[in-house]
């Protein structure tokens, strides 16, 4: 989970082969397994074969076109789950993603509509704005929780109400009068992200005479934006973050126990905000590259109607808080959803299987965490009773005579 | 008469066998007691006995009738009574209806309480147990809600009782008190299990005893043909010695110096215009049963709790509003009372348990950069110096006994070599080996000039270790004395609140007359 435990492991091949061992055998391989036999059951009981529609849901993800729509839906869903795991692996919870990411999205459109259009600049400054705006949002949670008790989980969830309320008044604002959409004006083209290879560059031109119309290169280079890119440098970045920064090292000694972070000389109170700040900062980030690479304007309702913001809650849980966890799982989600429309288009199947699937793999994994965590704290109120300590979260704990006196304090 | 007869008590968990084959004999009007460090079974055969766990193999017999226990009604039933730790006692209600309480005299679902004072109240006299029987038990003394429940039990006609480390939350004095009932209890016919880890109480009290070490009886013992060595060498396997110190040098400047500190703690005051001192190179003791305001000055130490009044430095310099990370840059370091709660991360591994605190300078950290390879290594050497038994770094701390687990906690806070340690009971829980390793350690830090405030429940480490003891009572220092002129009696008395002068004069004169004084 941190950098110095893979530092550790990686000198040791016993524990090394273990964790290979435990990673095949372990938690989110079995659940993922688990929910795709019981689909299959349902499919049977449909009459359907299971065997051609995973083969389907497959090819209409993995391949061709279907892959490029995997990897651009990815890109949101990977982005914002970064920026969540800066709050949830320091133990702070976070649920505040959908508003952090509508009001960056929101920051950057109204800059890209005030600016003249000046190119790669202009851009960088409407990011900018998504930025700011995004971490001023989500750090209010934690000046809450910090200053007068209210916890983050509660505050950041009840906010994104505001924000999705408040967003939508201004876009009715900015909205041209003569407009039919609920939507703010589309910026300038200066302003919007190019495709990774635009068909119009030179380079695009020689890709389009060198490949195949429908290779999956071309294809890439044309429908993925420089969004990618940005999203790939986050992981790296968090990466570094988590292992390689005293400030990063703080949030998950925090997260893994914060009454001792506070022992040990941590300032409890400044992690939070951080990991706020930083998580917001990165969903508004998200939701401006989403508004100047693919929407280039915000329509009332659409941020919310894909449901990245809380998909990626659930990537990071199946990922643990790690990113290359976040983007193989954020990967894995895409890919059942681009995968369920195809089975939408070949087999009449409804696209909410793939949101079956999605949904009974986190409650596989929740329910295989809690099994052994369940069993182990039966068998500890078990000892507990029986020696008539308090009953501890822990093997070994020693009775202590504080809790003798009950009765004298109660 | 054989009241109890255990024999080939068998209990298997996952891992452990808790308990391998024992055998055990309590004879009528008898004290046995059972005696084992942390992990010996002590436990698991309570347990048993009282019908918590069923045993894999093995019979009870209790006098001559061959029994098995499915819950503790049965147990209850069988004439066996357990006083636990912890008390089960409500608060609004007086002594009497608590020893009745299930059941009661009366009739049509009424309780007379005036014949459930009347009969408790005999129930005491015959046994020579003085509780006052119609007063609300919310206010009464730890050692007279211990008779409380020893009556509950003799009030169900229990004739084996059953006492879990019965001492850990007395002083000495209501030991002394404690061991009085015990024995008119004996003088009765009944017979008495007493569970404990303290030698010094074997002795005292019991008549046998039976010694157990990794889930098996290895002596079976007549308390006046024994010695407290040979018991603990049962106990541990090898000869343990305790008492050896360092040799000493005249302390230095003051590193801790707190001054006239007033704590409040959801509104009680917790600790009341406490002034000590520390200097280098010295140990001092707080001596006190737990709750009496000790771990509250801990944390008003550390910068976890305002203070009301008063003021605290350290090296000299005042920490009025300073966080925790400013006075550990000071030089506080600190062992905490709970080991998992505050005291490490279970879930993280060694390598991150022990680089807290190092990771913000060099060589953990260079040029704002931490340093993977170095963090482990500086891990892998705190495990050799402090002797921590863990298959490496990268295992998590959690999985490690208690006794590990806290050397890793004290690995990590003695490594700074900082100039100040405060020790929050640095040895609960933890087996002999781990108790000897780590007092080495705190007087190895002492002698190289460190400054320790000790804090502990367990009067034979405080008066082992430390140079000067000061005695806590209600929030209050009743004295700070040399440790040369401590004895149990004289801090046993000012833990119940007994002032300094007065304390000194009734030992002095129970000394005079052959008394309890050692």
Not at chain 1, 149 to 159: E, F, K, N, R, Y
Not at chain 1, 198 to 214: D, H, I, T
Not at chain 1, 277 to 295: D, H, K, P, Q, Y
Not at chain 2, 155 to 167: F, G, K
């Amino acid at each position: 989970m941190t950098a110095v435990t893979t530092a550790a492991r990686r000198r040791d091949p016993a524990v090394l082969g273990r964790r290979v061992l435990a990673a095949l055998t372990g938690t989110v391989t079995v659940s993922i397994l688990g929910a795709l036999v019981a689909v299959g059951v349902l499919l049977v009981a449909i009459g359907q074969n299971p065997f051609a529609v995973y083969g389907t849901l497959l090819e209409g993800s993995l391949t061709g076109r279907g892959l490029v729509t995997t990897l651009q839906r990815s890109v949101p869903l990977v982005g914002l789950s970064i920026a969540l795991i800066y709050s949830f692996r320091a133990g702070v919870f976070n649920l505040g993603g959908q508003g952090q990411f509508l009001v960056g999205g929101l920051a950057s459109v109204v800059t890209a509509l005030a600016l003249p259009g000046t190119g790669v600049l202009g851009i960088l400054a409407a990011c900018a704005a998504g930025v700011v705006a995004g971490a001023a949002w989500g750090t209010v949670p934690g000046v809450i929780q910090v200053t007068l008790g209210p916890p983050v989980l509660v505050t950041s969830l009840l906010l994104n109400y505001i924000g999705i309320a408040g967003v939508s008044y201004v876009i009715s604002l900015l909205k041209p009068p003569s407009a039919s959409d609920q939507a703010t004006p589309t910026i300038s083209e200066d302003l919007q992200i190019s495709a990774l290879v635009p068909a119009r560059s030179p380079l695009g031109e020689a890709m389009g005479q060198a490949l195949e119309r429908n290779d999956v290169l071309l294809l890439a280079a044309r429908g993925l934006n420089w969004s990618f890119v940005v999203v790939i440098l986050l992981v790296i970045a968090t990466i570094l973050f988590n292992r390689r920064t005293a400030t990063g090292f703080e949030a998950g000694v925090t997260g893994l126990n914060g009454a001792f972070a506070r022992n040990v000389g941590i300032r409890s109170s400044r992690v939070v905000l951080t990991s706020l700040a930083i998580s917001g900062g990165l969903a508004g980030l998200i939701g401006a590259l989403v508004v100047l690479g693919t929407n280039f304007r915000l329509l009332d309702g659409q941020f919310e109607a894909t449901g990245y913001a809380m998909t990626a809650i659930l990537v990071v849980l199946l990922g643990r808080s790690s990113p290359i966890g976040a983007v193989l799982a954020g990967f894995f989600f895409s890919m059942l959803q681009v995968g369920g429309e195809e089975l939408n288009r070949t087999f009449a199947l409804s696209p909410a299987i793939a949101s079956i699937i999605q949904a009974l793999v986190i409650f596989l994994v929740v329910l295989r965490l809690g099994i052994p965590y369940v069993t182990q704290r039966l068998r500890r109120r078990a000892e507990a009773a029986a020696t008539g300590e308090r009953i501890e979260e822990v093997p070994d704990a020693a009775p202590t005579p504080r809790d003798t006196t009950t009765v004298k304090e109660g | 008469m054989r009241a109890l007869e255990l024999s080939g008590i068998t209990k298997r968990y996952p891992k452990v066998v808790a308990n391998g084959g024992i055998s055990l004999a309590v004879e009528q009007g008898e004290i046995h007691a059972l005696i084992g460090e942390n992990g010996a079974g002590k436990s698991t055969l309570v347990s048993i006995l009282y019908g918590f766990v069923q045993p894999d193999e093995g019979t009870i017999v209790v006098g001559g009738e061959r029994r098995s226990f499915k819950d503790p009604t049965d147990a209850i039933a069988a004439g066996l009574g357990m006083v636990f730790q912890n008390f089960n006692l409500f608060p609004e209600l007086t002594v009497a209806e608590n020893v009745v309480f299930g059941a009661e005299p009366g009739r049509l679902g009424l309780v007379d309480r005036r014949a459930a004072a009347a009969e408790v109240g005999d129930l005491a006299e015959r046994y020579g147990l003085q509780v006052p029987v119609g007063e609300r038990v919310e206010h009464l003394p730890v050692g007279v809600l211990q008779r409380v429940e020893i009556l509950k039990s003799l009030y169900r006609d229990a004739r084996i009782l059953i006492l879990d480390e019965p001492t850990g939350v007395l002083t000495p004095q209501e030991s002394e008190g404690l061991f009085e009932v015990m024995r008119s209890l004996r003088a009765a016919g009944k017979s008495i299990i007493f569970i404990t880890h303290k030698l010094d109480e074997v002795m005292a009290v019991a008549d046998r005893v039976t010694v157990l070490r990794d889930g098996r009886v290895t002596a079976s013992l007549v308390t006046a043909e024994t010695s407290p060595r040979e018991i603990s060498r049962h106990m541990t396997g090898r000869d343990v010695e305790l008492s050896q110190r360092l040799a000493r040098s005249a302390p230095g400047a003051p590193v801790l110096e707190v001054e006239g500190v007033t704590v409040e703690v959801d509104g009680r005051t917790a600790v009341d215009d406490v002034s000590l001192s520390v200097r280098a190179g010295e140990i001092v003791g707080i001596a006190g049963v737990a709750g009496n305001g000790q771990d509250a000055l801990a944390a008003a130490i550390g910068g976890h709790h305002p203070l009301r009044s008063g003021r605290i430095r350290i090296a000299g310099t005042d920490v009025d509003g300073a966080d925790n990370r400013r006075r550990r840059d000071l030089g506080f370091t600190h062992i905490p009372e709970d080991r998992h709660v505050t005291g490490s991360a279970p879930l993280g591994d060694a390598v991150l348990n022990l680089a807290v605190g190092y990771h913000r300078r060099s060589p953990l950290r260079e040029r704002g950069l931490l340093q993977p390879k170095r963090m482990v290594e500086h891990a892998e050497r705190l495990i050799r110096r402090f002797g921590v038994r863990i298959a490496g770094p990268a295992v998590a701390v959690g999985t490690l006994s208690g006794g590990n687990l806290q050397k890793i906690v004290v690995a990590r806070e003695l490594g700074h070599d900082a100039p100040l340690l405060v020790a929050e009971q640095p040895t609960r829980g933890v087996d002999i080996g781990a108790i000897e390793s780590i007092h080495g350690e705190l007087d190895e830090y002492r002698a190289r000039g460190g400054a320790v405030l000790l804090v502990s429940s367990e009067l034979s480490e405080v008066l082992n270790l430390s140079d000067r003891i000061a005695v806590m009572f209600e929030g209050r220092v009743m004295a700070v004395i040399p440790s040369a002129e401590a004895t149990v009696p004289l801090l046993g008395l000012m833990m119940a609140g007994v002032p300094y002068e007065t304390a000194l004069a009734e030992e002095a004169a129970s000394a005079a007359e052959g008394g309890t004084a050692r």
